[in-house]
């Protein structure tokens, strides 16, 4: 079992920045992914960004070339730098891993709101 917690969300104006930040224990050897999705009231939870144990990156195409992923110096951490922040961006962010059996692991979330 893995365990999730996300910090860093807020308030923030368009074209703004936020950094999340996701910090995973338990059963770290046997992630092979790690991503953040959003959910904003009314729909789907989504992917926004994912990267995997090969390397691999991917983005949902709203947020390519405004959101990067990444692991942060600090042991056992996933990053999310948002930059040019826009009202439709506005979303609970969780925090998700998936082991190489396929098991996913959510974080509580944190609110990200993005208006003026």
């Known amino acids: 079992q893995v365990q999730l917690v996300e910090s860093g969300g807020g308030l923030v104006q368009p074209g703004g920045s936020l950094r999340l930040s996701c910090v995973f224990s338990?059963?770290?050897?046997?992630?092979?992914?790690l991503g953040w999705y959003r959910q904003s009231p009314g729909k789907q939870r989504e992917l926004v960004a994912v990267?995997?144990?090969?390397?691999?990156?991917n983005y949902a195409d709203s947020v390519k070339g405004r959101f990067t992923i990444s692991r942060g110096n600090a042991k056992n951490t996933v990053l999310l730098q948002m930059n040019s922040l826009k009202p439709e961006d506005t979303a609970v962010y969780y925090c998700?891993?998936?082991?190489?059996?396929?098991?996913?692991?959510w974080g509580q979330g944190t609110q990200v709101t993005v208006s003026s």
């Open positions: 990267f995997t144990s090969e390397g691999m990156t």
């Open positions: 338990g059963s770290i050897f046997s992630i092979n992914a």
């Open positions: 998700n891993a998936v082991t190489f059996d396929a098991r996913e692991s």
